[in-house]
């Protein structure tokens, strides 16, 4: 059996450092910059942690990969069991990404309520 690897950059930072990039920039790539439609927003967030929890997995495929372990084997005994396995360590990782991507949908809804707000206020007095 192998002894797990010690944490470090390449197995833990920079998998983590891409994905917390895409759940500050993937809601409003999906929703664009100005949006005020919260139904647009909230779906752009839950089609951004989709796109992360998918992500992840291949991120987790490629440092296993990069770390000299070859998965040609075990994909084709157990395809499945290990699209699993990879899902389940991006899931975890989603306890780091997740609020981060919580916080960017709360700045990102209450900034269009700001601006529909200012909108309102500047109809009014014209």
């Known amino acids: 059996m192998n002894a797990p ?4 950059f390449t197995n ?3 998998p983590l450092t891409l994905l917390l990039a895409g ?3 993937l809601p409003r790539l999906y929703a664009g910059p100005a949006t005020l439609s919260q139904a647009r927003l909230a779906a752009a967030v839950a089609l951004s942690a989709a ?3 998918l992500a992840g997995g291949v991120i987790f495929a490629l440092v296993y990969v990069a770390g000299g372990v070859s998965l040609a084997g075990p994909f084709s005994a157990d ?8 899902m389940g360590r991006s899931l975890g990782a989603a306890l780091f990404w997740g609020p981060i991507l919580v916080l960017v949908w709360f700045v990102r809804a209450t900034g269009g309520e700001r601006r529909k707000g ?3 206020a500047r109809r009014g007095r014209s």
């Open 79 to 86: 395809p499945t069991g290990m699209i699993g396995f990879f």
């Open 118 to 120: 200012q909108e309102i």
């Open 23 to 25: 759940a500050i920039l």
């Open 12 to 14: 833990t930072g920079l």
């Open 5 to 8: 690897a010690p944490i470090g």
């Open 51 to 53: 796109t992360l929890v």
